[in-house]
C-alpha cells in the first residue's frame, strides 16, 4: 500500500443520510489504522476514507463530503493547517478535527482561528476522537437529516 494514498473502508461515495462519513489525513499508516480501526467499530459511522498527504486528501475530498474530517497537522509536502484552511473555505459544516502531537497552545489557538471545531493530542487524548465521532452519530440518528454540526451547535 502506498503511504500516501487515499483509501477507504466503502467502495461507493454514498452512505445513509443518518450516517457519518468520515474522512482521516495522517501520514503514518499505522495511526491512520488505528483511528480507522476505532471509528468503524461506532454504530452510525458508516464510512472511514484516508489518505497520507494534502493532495490525495484534496482529490479524496473532490469525491466526497465527508461529516467529519480528522487531520494531522505534520504532513508530507504541505501541512495539515493547509488543508483545514482550504477546506474551511469551501465546507463551513464539515466537522474538523485536529488529531497532532503538536500540542502548543498557540497551534491549539491557531487551529481554532483557521476553523477547527476540535483539537487533540495524539498521544494523551486519543479517545476523545472515537468519543465526539460517536456522539455526533448519536445525535445525527437522532436527528436524521441534520448535519454533525448543526447537532453539535
Do not use: W
Amino acid at each position: 500500500m502506498n503511504n500516501n494514498s487515499a483509501t477507504g473502508s466503502e467502495s461507493n461515495n454514498k452512505t445513509p443520510s443518518s450516517s457519518l462519513t468520515v474522512v482521516v489525513v495522517e501520514d503514518s499508516i499505522l495511526m491512520r489504522a488505528h483511528v480507522a480501526a476505532s471509528l468503524s467499530a461506532i454504530k452510525g459511522v458508516a464510512a472511514v476514507r484516508q489518505a497520507g498527504d494534502v493532495p490525495s486528501a484534496l482529490h479524496l475530498l473532490e469525491t466526497i463530503k465527508p461529516d467529519v474530517l480528522i487531520l494531522d497537522i505534520e504532513l508530507p509536502g504541505r501541512s495539515g493547517l493547509d488543508l483545514l484552511k482550504t477546506v474551511r473555505k469551501t465546507d463551513a459544516a464539515v466537522v474538523i478535527i485536529m488529531l497532532t502531537n503538536h500540542d502548543q497552545p498557540r497551534m491549539r489557538k491557531r487551529c481554532a482561528e483557521l476553523g477547527a471545531n476540535y483539537f487533540f493530542n495524539k498521544l494523551s487524548e486519543f479517545g476523545r476522537v472515537a468519543e465526539v465521532c460517536r456522539e455526533l452519530a448519536e445525535r445525527r440518528t437522532q436527528q436524521p437529516g441534520s448535519s454533525p454540526r448543526t447537532a453539535q451547535e
